[in-house]
């Protein structure tokens, strides 16, 4: 059974980081595109950031271009979001899956809250 599990969100101050990790079980992942998406309340779950299998191309949301990288350890089967200088607009449940999305991928996602 094939598992994205996402964790490392939480309640952060404006301008502070995280960093979110998402690991795969039941396959390897090594081959494809992976992504980092979010969801905000009341708004359609957008793309935030992919990566290619190798790391070599990232792409990134105008919304988060020069505060979040993206990251991948294909040893691990682990994606990671490094995300700094943190808005509170950033507040949304944050998935991974791979790119495009498959929706029998998602998983529950990981809290993440900007606020002072």
């Known amino acids: 059974q094939v598992q994205l599990v996402e964790s490392g969100g939480g309640l952060v101050q404006p301008g502070g980081s995280l960093r979110l990790s998402c690991a795969a079980s039941g396959r390897t992942f090594s081959t494809y595109v992976m992504a980092w998406f979010r969801q905000a309340p009341g708004k359609e779950r957008e793309l935030v950031a992919a990566?290619?299998?190798?790391?070599?191309?990232?792409d990134y949301a105008d919304s988060v271009k020069g505060r979040f990288t993206i990251s991948r350890d294909n040893a691990k089967n682990t994606v990671y979001l490094q995300m700094n200088s943190l808005k509170p607009e950033d507040t949304a449940v944050y998935y991974c899956?791979?790119?495009?999305?498959?929706?029998?991928?998602w998983g529950q996602g990981t809290q993440v809250t900007v606020s002072s």
């Open positions: 990566i290619n299998w190798s790391g070599g191309r990232t």
């Open positions: 899956n791979i790119h495009p999305p498959k929706y029998d991928y």
